[in-house]
């Protein structure tokens, strides 16, 4: 009879080992559940505060042209038409002047290139042996202000004339540049100065103008 009892009640107090156990087990089970959720709110709050990265450029979107940065857009060309201008020339003793008629290419609406190119046409000699006045002059500088020329020149030796020589290039300068319309003054400079006289012989009027 007491083995029975002892046997009972050792079973009793086993049944009830167990028991706390599995309780004592459930209970942490329980009471870990909130930290991971919590650990997971968290985690999502973090991602949330991150910014967004930024997306990487595709490797095969197209990039800019660097050779087209920057460029304008041409300008319009320059009208150019052709022009006969009448050109003044002397002969080997220098007695006079002789005009001739050359096809000039000159700029619409451009006074500075109109009388480059006609300076140009005066310093070639004519084709029948007639002798340039200006063939060994240097052209400076051209200036235009309205119908104003300025024209600063350097004088070699070779290039100055005695007194006849002299008042033809001056006469054949002028001629040939008051055909044009938009020409109504010459000034001629010396190495930048305003001298009293060309190449010494005749005086220099500052301007010339047109008669």
């Known amino acids: ?4 009892m002892g ?5 009793c ?4 080992a167990s028991m706390l156990l599995a309780a004592c087990g459930a209970r942490s089970d329980v009471g870990s559940e909130p930290d991971a959720v919590t650990a997971a709110g968290n985690e999502q709050a973090t991602n949330e505060q991150q910014p967004a990265q930024p997306q990487e450029q595709e490797a095969d979107q197209p990039l800019p042209d660097k050779a087209n940065v920057g460029e304008e857009a041409p300008q319009d060309a320059i009208e150019e038409t052709k022009t006969p201008v ?9 007695t006079g002047l002789s005009e001739r008629t050359r096809e000039l290419v000159l700029p619409a609406n451009d006074s500075k290139s109109k009388v480059e190119a006609a300076f140009k046409a005066l ?24 119908q104003a020329v ?9 290039a100055r004339f005695g007194a006849p020589g002299e008042a033809l290039a001056i006469e054949s300068l002028t001629k040939t540049l008051f055909q044009f ?9 010396i190495d930048g100065e305003k001298a009293d ?13 047109k008669p």
């Open 86 to 94: 009448n050109v003044y020339f002397t002969d080997e003793e220098q």
């Open 1 to 4: 009879m007491k083995r029975r």
């Open 7 to 11: 046997a009972s009640y050792l079973l």
């Open 150 to 158: 300025t024209l600063d020149i350097h004088l070699p030796d070779e």
């Open 13 to 16: 107090t086993m049944l009830a």
């Open 197 to 209: 006289s060309l190449m010494g012989h005749e005086m220099l009027d500052h301007p010339i103008v």
């Open 123 to 146: 310093q070639q000699d004519g084709d029948n042996g007639e002798v340039s006045l200006w063939k060994h002059a240097e052209l400076l500088s051209i200036a235009v202000d309205g």
């Open 181 to 189: 319309d938009d020409v109504d003054a010459i000034d001629i400079l």
